[in-house]
Every structure is written in structure tokens, then in C-alpha cells.
């Protein structure tokens, strides 16, 4: 079992700065792809930015040049550096990451964080 929990949202004026983190807890024996979703209210769950294992990274093409994903496999984070907030970046946060537990697990398992709410006022 893994757990994420995600920190670093609140409330902040439109031009402002955030950074979100995800801690990830438990039976970790490496990290494959992780990634920062976000749902804004009546919206559908989307995807902002992802990195691999290896360091390859996607931005949404809404976020591309003000947003900044990266990882820290040592300590088991994730973050997410948000500049030039916009009142449209409003919604809550989410971590996913595949996870193995073991050498023998090929494919690993993908666990969610429960969020973290990022409120952007115009």
C-alpha cells in the first residue's frame, strides 16, 4: 500500500505563486510515472503535467511556461511550482504516481492522493 498526500494549495491572487507537493509513503521499491491532475468544479478530472521514471516531462499546453513538475525519487516527492496564477487554475489538485513494490512487480500498482485545493481570485 501507498500513500500520497498532497500540501501547498490555498487561496492567492491572480499573478501569485504556489508550490504543491506530494509526499508518498509505504511499501516503495521505485517510482515509474508520476503526474499532477486537477478537477475544477462541475469539470472532468484533468491531466496538468506528468514525469517519468526516467525524467521525461508533459505539460498541459494550458499550463506550458507558468507551471514546473519535478520529482525528488530519494525523498519520494513530487511538486509542482504554479507561477502567474490565473483564476482559471482554480480547482483542487491531485498527485498520482504507479508505484512497485518490489523487483517482481513489473507494472506496479497507480495510487491517488486526495487533493489539494488551489483557490486563484481575479
Known amino acids: 500500500q501507498v500513500q500520497l498526500v498532497e500540501s501547498g494549495g490555498g487561496l492567492v491572487q491572480a499573478g501569485g505563486s504556489l508550490r504543491l507537493t506530494c509526499t508518498a509513503s509505504?511499501?516503495?521499491?521505485?517510482?515509474?510515472?508520476m503526474a499532477w491532475y486537477r478537477q475544477a468544479p462541475g469539470m472532468q478530472r484533468e491531466l496538468v503535467a506528468s514525469i517519468t521514471g526516467g525524467g521525461i516531462i508533459y505539460h498541459a499546453d494550458s499550463v506550458k511556461g507558468r507551471f514546473t513538475i519535478s520529482r525528488d525519487n530519494a525523498k519520494n516527492m513530487l511538486y509542482l511550482q504554479m507561477d502567474s496564477l490565473k483564476p482559471e487554475d482554480t480547482a483542487v489538485y491531485y498527485c498520482n504516481g504507479n508505484f512497485r513494490s518490489s523487483a517482481l512487480d513489473y507494472y506496479g500498482l497507480d495510487y491517488w492522493g486526495r487533493g489539494t485545493r488551489v483557490t486563484v481570485s481575479s
Open positions: 509505504g511499501t516503495i521499491f521505485s517510482i515509474n510515472d
